[in-house]
C-alpha cells in the first residue's frame, strides 16, 4: 500500500470553478486505481488530498479525470494536477490548462515533454496519435477569401474550440470598453452638430476622452517636417523605409527640377537618401462611404537623413506616372505650406491603408492565427515545440475571428470609414500575401534588405534587433534539450508535418516565398521558431501599441481622403485640405477604435512570464528564467536610453510586449 498526495489546481477566471462532481483515476506503469475523491474544484483554489492506494502503481504515467454532471453541464478550467507518490517519489506534474466539459473520460500524460522517438512506453505514443486525430476534427482550416492565409474554421467567436476563447474577464472587458467607444462618439457628435468643421483647429472639438501624452505632443507637432520623417523610423509603421540605392524609376522628375535631381544625387552618394513607396496601393479600388466616394493614392517620398540623425522629407510624388499624366506634380517643402500639409496628410493616409492591413492584420494577426492553428493540428501536448509555443496563441483565434466579423467584414468598420473598405482592403491584402516572404518576418533579414542596420535614431530597428538575439538564446536553450543532433530534427514526423502545415496549407505554398517545407537542421528550426515566437510578440506590440499615439490625432494619420490627390498647388486652400480629411463621424470612429485597439489590455500578460507551467523538470525551467533575465536587462536598458529622449520609444519594451497576439 502506498499513500498519493493528489493536488488539484483551478484557474482564477471567472467560472472557472464548477458544481459538479469530478472523478479521478492514477494509472502508472503497473496498474490504475481510481480515488474516492468528492471533488467539486472552486475558482482559484488548489485542493489537496491524500489518499492510500492498495497497489504499487510503478511510475506514474496519466491523470485520468472524468465530470458527472446531473442537470447542468457546468465546465470547469483545470489548471493542472500534480501527485506525490510514495517514499522518495518525486513530484509528477499533469499539466491541463483548458476547459473540461461534458462527461467524457480525459486523460492527462505525466508532463515531461517527449518527442515521437522518445517513447519506450508505448501508451504515450497511442495517446498522441488520438490526440492530435481528435484535434484534427476541432481546428479545421477555412478560407476566409482566396488568395489570403487560411484561417481556424469558425464564422463567429461562438464557433471556436472553447479553449480558444477569451476568458470572461477578457470578454467583459473588450465588449465593454468598445461601447464606451460608441457612447464617447456619439457624445462627440452631439457635440459639434452646431459647430462648425472649416478648418484643423475644428479637430480640437473631437479630441478629448481617451489619448496618451505622445498623442498630445503628435496634436501640437504633427505639421513638422521633423515628426514626419521620424515616423518612418520609430513610429506606428516603421516597415516601409528603405534606403536608396538608386533613384527610384516611378520618379519622374521634368524639367526646371534639376537643382532637385543634383541635391537627390548627393545624398544617394552619401548613403543618406531613403524613400518610402506605396506603390502597392496603385489601383486599388477606394471605399463608397454613406454615398461618397473616397479616394486613395501611391505616393513615393524621398527623404534625407540629416548629420544629427534627423529624417526629413524632400519630394512628394503623391500618384506614380501614368499615361495621362506622365510626369505627375512633385510637392516640395518649399511649397506654400497648405499644399506641403497636403501632400503629407496622402502620405499619411497611405501609410494608414498600409499599416493597418499588409503590416498589422496581414503580417502579425494572420502569420500569428496560421502558426496557431497548426500548432493544434500537429503538435500534440506532450511535443516540446507544443509546450514552447502554446503562450504565444492566446486568444489569437478569438481576436482574429472577431476582426473578421466586425472589423474588415462587410459593413464592418473598414466599409465605414477607411478609404481601402468596400473591397479594396481584400484586393490589398492579396496583393501584400503575394508579397509575404519569410526574411520580412525576420528583422536581422528585412533590416539588412532595407538598408536600416546601424542607422542612428532607429529606435524600432535597435530594440527589435536585441529582442530577436533573446528570443533567439531562449528558443535555442530549448530546442537543444530535445534535438541533440541535426537527424533528431529531420527524424521528427510530427515537427515536420507542423512546418509543412504552416508553408504548403496555412500559407498556402508560400514555399516559394523562402518559407521552409521540413527542417534539415537545429539552426533551421531554431530560426522558424524565433520567427514565430518574434512575430507573435515582439512585432506585434511594435505595430499595434502605436496606434493610440499616432492615430488619435486624426490629422497625422487620416484613416480616409474625401477628395483627389492635387494635381496643383497654387489651387490649395484650408477648405481643400479639410473637404480632404475625414468627416466629423469618420474622425471620431477612428480615434474610438485607435483608443480600442491601441490601449494596454487588463489582463495582458508581458512576454515570457505566462504563468502556465506547460514543461516539467528543471531544465526547460531554468531557460524560461534566463529568459526572464535577459527581458529584464533589456528593460533597464531601454528605460535608460528613453530618459535620455525627447520621444521615448516604449513599444518594445518588454513590460509592454504582450505574449501572444491577444487584441
Known amino acids: 500500500m502506498g499513500r498519493y498526495r493528489i493536488r488539484v489546481a483551478t484557474g482564477a477566471w471567472l467560472f472557472s470553478g464548477s458544481h459538479n462532481r469530478v472523478q479521478l483515476w492514477l494509472v502508472g506503469a503497473r496498474g490504475e486505481a481510481e480515488l474516492e475523491l468528492q471533488l467539486r474544484p472552486a475558482r482559484g483554489e488548489e485542493e489537496e488530498f491524500d489518499r492510500d492506494v492498495a497497489e504499487d502503481l510503478g511510475l506514474l504515467q496519466f491523470v485520468r479525470l472524468r465530470k458527472h454532471h446531473w442537470l447542468v453541464d457546468d465546465a470547469w478550467f483545470c489548471d493542472r494536477i500534480t501527485v506525490q507518490g510514495p517514499g522518495a517519489c518525486a513530484e509528477a506534474a499533469f499539466p491541463c490548462y483548458r476547459w473540461v466539459q461534458g462527461e467524457d473520460i480525459l486523460s492527462l500524460p505525466e508532463g515531461t515533454a517527449r518527442l515521437p522517438g522518445d517513447n519506450a512506453l508505448d501508451v504515450f505514443q497511442k495517446h498522441r496519435e488520438k490526440e492530435l486525430k481528435d484535434r484534427q476534427q476541432i481546428y479545421c482550416w477555412a478560407t476566409w477569401k482566396e488568395g489570403l492565409p487560411l484561417t481556424i474554421a469558425a464564422e463567429r467567436k ?37 459647430s462648425s468643421w472649416n478648418c484643423l483647429e475644428d479637430f480640437d472639438q473631437i479630441f478629448w476622452g481617451q489619448k496618451s501624452a505622445l498623442a498630445e505632443k503628435v496634436h501640437q507637432c504633427w505639421q513638422d517636417d521633423e515628426l514626419f520623417g521620424y515616423q518612418f523610423v520609430n513610429g506606428a509603421n516603421p516597415m516601409l523605409l528603405r534606403r536608396s540605392t538608386s533613384l527610384p ?52 517620398v524621398m527623404l534625407k537623413m540629416e548629420p544629427n540623425g534627423k529624417l526629413l522629407p524632400m519630394v512628394i510624388q503623391i500618384q506614380p506616372p501614368n499615361p495621362s499624366s ?156 530535445f534535438y541533440q543532433r541535426d537527424d533528431v530534427v529531420r527524424g521528427d514526423p510530427e515537427l515536420q508535418a507542423w512546418c509543412r502545415e504552416i508553408t504548403e496549407v496555412g500559407l498556402c505554398q508560400a514555399q516559394d516565398r523562402g518559407f521552409p517545407v521540413s527542417f534539415q537542421s537545429q539552426s533551421q528550426l531554431c530560426h522558424f521558431l524565433t520567427m514565430c515566437v518574434f512575430t507573435c510578440t515582439a512585432q506585434h506590440a511594435a505595430i499595434n501599441q502605436g496606434q493610440l499615439d499616432w492615430y488619435a490625432w486624426v490629422p497625422n494619420a487620416p484613416c480616409t481622403m474625401r477628395m483627389p490627390p492635387p494635381t496643383t498647388k497654387e489651387d490649395v486652400t484650408m477648405a481643400t485640405v479639410m473637404g480632404s480629411l475625414p468627416d466629423v463621424q469618420q474622425a471620431c470612429l477612428q480615434m474610438a477604435i485607435s483608443w480600442h485597439l491601441g490601449r494596454r489590455q487588463p489582463d495582458m500578460v508581458p512576454l515570457g512570464h505566462h504563468k502556465e507551467k506547460y514543461f516539467s523538470g528543471p531544465k526547460p525551467k531554468a531557460v524560461l528564467s534566463q529568459f526572464q533575465t535577459d527581458l529584464e536587462n533589456l528593460e533597464k536598458e531601454i528605460t535608460a536610453r528613453n530618459e535620455q529622449l525627447d520621444l521615448p520609444y516604449e513599444y518594445l519594451k518588454p513590460s509592454c510586449i504582450e505574449n501572444s497576439v491577444t487584441i
Request: charged share 20%; with cysteine.
Open 158 to 194: 461562438d464557433d471556436l474550440p472553447p479553449n480558444m476563447r477569451f476568458h470572461e474577464e477578457k470578454r467583459l472587458d473588450f465588449e465593454w470598453t468598445l461601447k464606451a467607444g460608441a457612447l464617447e462618439m456619439a457624445l462627440k457628435r452631439v457635440y459639434t452638430l452646431l
Open 249 to 300: 524609376s516611378r520618379l519622374a522628375l521634368p524639367s526646371g527640377m534639376e537643382e532637385l535631381r543634383s541635391q537627390l544625387e548627393k545624398e544617394l552618394q552619401n548613403g543618406s537618401l531613403f524613400e518610402a513607396d506605396f506603390i502597392l496601393l496603385d489601383g486599388i479600388p477606394a471605399n463608397v462611404i454613406r454615398g461618397e466616394k473616397q479616394y486613395l493614392a501611391a505616393p513615393l
Open 326 to 481: 506622365p510626369t505627375p506634380t512633385l510637392f516640395l517643402p518649399s511649397d506654400p505650406p497648405l499644399a506641403w500639409l497636403l501632400a503629407k496628410s496622402w502620405v499619411r493616409n497611405s501609410d494608414f491603408q498600409l499599416h493597418q492591413l499588409q503590416y498589422h492584420l496581414l503580417n502579425t494577426h494572420l502569420v500569428a492565427e496560421v502558426i496557431a492553428v497548426a500548432t493544434m493540428r500537429c503538435l500534440p501536448g506532450l511535443h516540446p515545440i507544443f509546450k514552447l509555443l502554446i503562450p504565444h496563441i492566446r486568444y489569437t483565434m478569438e481576436i482574429n475571428t472577431r476582426a473578421r466579423t466586425q472589423l474588415i467584414s462587410d459593413g464592418g468598420i473598414f466599409d465605414k470609414a477607411v478609404s481601402t473598405g468596400g473591397g479594396g482592403h481584400v484586393q490589398l491584402l492579396r496583393r501584400a500575401t503575394a508579397q509575404l516572404t519569410y526574411c520580412s518576418l525576420c528583422p536581422p533579414d528585412d533590416l539588412a534588405d532595407r538598408g536600416l542596420l546601424g542607422l542612428p535614431g532607429a529606435l524600432y530597428a535597435r530594440d527589435a534587433l536585441r529582442l530577436w538575439e533573446i528570443i533567439a538564446r531562449y528558443v535555442e536553450g530549448i530546442v537543444h534539450l
